[in-house]
C-alpha cells in the first residue's frame, strides 16, 4: 500500500492546492482505510480547519441532544416471532385446530361415520403451512423474499411454528378417542413434507392448496360417503406413512436451492 507523501498530505490538509481531482480522489480513498496517514493529516490541519471541525462537532452535539431517542432494540421475544412466524398464521391455526375439535366431537356423535379425526389429520397443518410464507398471507413477504433469510430456513421456521400446534392437537385428540396415534401424526407429518417437497417447485402455497383438494376428492369425502375408512389409512399402513415422511422429507432437503428462486411464488 502506497502512502500519499508528506507534501501532498499537506496541500490537501490546505484545501487541495494544486492537486487535481484524480489525486483529491486517491488521498481520500486512502485515508478512509489508514488511520496513520488520517492522524499525519490531523498534524498538518490549518487554524481555520480545526476551528471550523469544532463548530460542527458543537452543533452534532446539539442536535443529538435535542432529538428524539432512538427506539429501544427489539426484544428477543420480538425477533423470535418475526424469524419464527407471522400473526397472520394464527387464525389458520386456530381454524385448523377447531375443525380437528368438531371431527373429534362428530365422532363420538356418530359412530357409523369413520374415523373423522384420522381422515382430517393429513391435512390439518396444510392452511398453516400454506400461510407460513406467502405474499398474499404475510404483509412483510415481499421484504422478507429480498432478504438473505428467505429461503428454505424461513419455510422450515414457519412450518415447524405450524407443527408445534397441530401435533400436540393430533396427540391430545389421538389420546382422548384412542385413535391410533401413528395413523394420526404420521400422515400428518408426510402431508407437510409433501407440502415442502412440491413446494420446491411451484410454490409451497399452491402445493398445501393443491394436496389438500386432491386428499378431500379422493380419500375424506369418499370415505364419508361410503361411511368406511379408506384402505389408505388402514392399521398396516403407519410404516408406509413413516417412510413416505423420511423420503419426502430429504427430497426437500434435496431442493433447497429451489427455495431461494420460488421466493415470489412461495
Known sequence: MTHPTTTLLTRYAHGGQGLDDAALWSIEAHL??????????????TPDTLALLDRVAASLDEAIAASPRPAPYPVRAVLVHRRWL??????????SVAVLG???????????LPSLLLLLAPVAPLPG????????????????????????????RRTLAVLLVILPALLTAGVGTGTSLALTLLPCLAFTAAALALGAFVGVRRAACGLGVIWSAAVLLPSVAAQSLSPVLGPGTSVVWGAAAVA???LTA???PRFRRLTSGV
Not at 105 to 112: G, T
Open 32 to 45: 478512509d482505510t489508514c488511520a496513520a496517514c488520517r492522524a499525519h493529516l490531523a498534524g498538518h490541519a
Open 86 to 95: 407471522t400473526w397472520t398464521l394464527l387464525p389458520w391455526l386456530a381454524v
Open 102 to 112: 368438531c371431527g373429534v366431537l362428530l365422532d363420538s356423535a356418530e359412530p357409523r
Open 129 to 156: 403451512v400454506a400461510a407460513a410464507w406467502s405474499r398474499r398471507f404475510d404483509p412483510a413477504g415481499e421484504l422478507i423474499a429480498s432478504t438473505s433469510a428467505a429461503g428454505l430456513s424461513m419455510v422450515l
Open 248 to 250: 419426502l422429507a430429504a
Open 254 to 256: 434435496g431442493a433447497a
